[in-house]
Nanobody
Framework: QVQLAESGGGSVQPGGSLRLSCAIS????????MNWYRQASGKEREFVSS???????EYSDSVKGRFTISRDIARSSSYLQMNSLKPEDTAMYYC?????????????????WGQGTQVTVSS
């Protein structure tokens, strides 16, 4: 069974930094793209960043220049380095992976979500 697990959230002062991690397991037979989303209380879910299996990267305009996404294939992990954090960055952050099977008999293909990790930026 494919599972994603986020970690690294917490509380930080404005201007501070946090590094989120997302580990994926149970993906044998698939390659995957990894994405980060966030959802603030009372607001819609928002795209943050993505990194494709081949390495291409995208950021939302709201985090461009402050956040950096990366991945470590050997550790089956994705990372989101968040610098110059603002109160408006406060949200539950979710890791999401889109898996594509190498052959039709594999059962790992699909979209999967982590449980979320809370980021709070306040003074």
């Amino acid at each position: 069974q494919v599972q994603l697990a986020e970690s690294g959230g917490g509380s930080v002062q404005p201007g501070g930094s946090l590094r989120l991690s997302c580990a994926i397991s149970g993906y044998v037979g698939c390659w995957y793209d990894m994405n980060w989303y966030r959802q603030a209380s009372g607001k819609e879910r928002e795209f943050v960043s993505s990194i494709k299996y081949g390495g291409s990267i995208e950021y939302s305009d709201s985090v461009k220049g402050r956040f950096t996404i990366s991945r470590d294939i050997a550790r089956s992990s994705s990372y989101l380095q968040m610098n110059s954090l603002k109160p408006e960055d406060t949200a539950m952050y979710y890791c999401q992976a889109t898996l594509t099977s190498a052959a039709s008999h594999y059962n790992c293909a699909g979209d999967y979500w982590g449980q979320g990790t809370q980021v709070t930026v306040s003074s």
